[in-house]
C-alpha cells in the first residue's frame, strides 16, 4: 500500500461546478500536509499548506481529518484555468521526508 | 516562489554513461532534495540533503548519487545511466515550515 493515496481521477467538470479530492495519509506521524497543482509538462507549484485542521484561500478550501487520516481539497466555482493534476504532499516528521500521491487530473470544461 | 533553477533542462544520453544534474537555490534553504516523477508513480524521492555534505538516501536511489559543497547547490549523479532512468527530475528545495519549493525539472532519455 502506498503511504499517500489519492483519488485517481480523472475529473471531468463543468465551470462553475464544486470539485473535491481526497487523500489517505497512512503515516500517523504526520505533522503537515500539503496540495500542490501542477500543469502538464511544468514543476509542481504549492497551493496550500495545511498544519492544522484546515486552511482556505480564496475558492479553494483543505480539511484535515486527523482521525480518519485523510486530507481533502475543495474548489469552488471552478474555473478553465483550474484545469492541471493535483497532488496531495504528506510530510513524515519521524522520516524527515515528504511523500506524495501520484496525483488527480481535473479538467474543466466550458 | 523560492529561486530554484536546473541544468540542463533536457538531456539524451547513452546507456552506460555518467550524467550529473545540477540545481541551485537562491533562498538559503537548509534541505533540498532530488526527486524523478513517472507514469502512475508520481514523485519519488531519489536522495535528500540536510545541510552541506550532509545527504541521505530516498526511497529509489540505487544508481544513483549526490554532493552538496555549498547551501545552494545539490548536484545528482548517475553514475551509469541506464534505460530505466529515463525519467522526469525534479529538485526541490524546503522552507522552515517544511514547504518544498521545485524547479523546473530536467527531462532525461537514456537511449
Known amino acids: 500500500r502506498k503511504e499517500v493515496e489519492q483519488d485517481p481521477g480523472p475529473f471531468n467538470v463543468p465551470e462553475g461546478a464544486t470539485v473535491a479530492f481526497n487523500c489517505t495519509y497512512s503515516?500517523?506521524?504526520?505533522?503537515?500536509f500539503f496540495w500542490y497543482r501542477q500543469d502538464c509538462r511544468k514543476e509542481p507549484k504549492l497551493l496550500m499548506s495545511v498544519y492544522s485542521s484546515g486552511n482556505e484561500d480564496g475558492r479553494f478550501t483543505a480539511q484535515l481529518n486527523r482521525a480518519s487520516q485523510y486530507i481533502s481539497l475543495l474548489i469552488r466555482d471552478s474555473k478553465l484555468s483550474d484545469s492541471a493534476t493535483y497532488l496531495c504532499?504528506?510530510?513524515?516528521?519521524?522520516?524527515?521526508?515528504?511523500?506524495f500521491g501520484a496525483g488527480t487530473r481535473l479538467t474543466v470544461k466550458p | 516562489d523560492a529561486g530554484i533553477t536546473q541544468s540542463p533542462r533536457h538531456k539524451v544520453t547513452e546507456t552506460g554513461t555518467p550524467v550529473t544534474l545540477r540545481c541551485h537555490q537562491t533562498?538559503?534553504?537548509?534541505?533540498m532534495y532530488w526527486y524523478r516523477q513517472d507514469p502512475g508513480h508520481g514523485l519519488r524521492l531519489i536522495h535528500y540533503s540536510y545541510g552541506v555534505k550532509d545527504t541521505d538516501k530516498g526511497e529509489v536511489s540505487d544508481g544513483y548519487s549526490v554532493s552538496r559543497s555549498k547551501t545552494e547547490d545539490f548536484l545528482l549523479t548517475l553514475e551509469s545511466a541506464t534505460s530505466s532512468q529515463t525519467s522526469v527530475y525534479f529538485c526541490a528545495s524546503q522552507s522552515s515550515y517544511n514547504e518544498q519549493f521545485f524547479g523546473p525539472g530536467t527531462r532525461l532519455t537514456v537511449l
Open positions: 533562498e538559503n534553504h537548509r534541505y
Open positions: 504532499g504528506a510530510w513524515q516528521d519521524n522520516n524527515n521526508d515528504m511523500r
Open positions: 503515516n500517523s506521524a504526520s505533522q503537515s
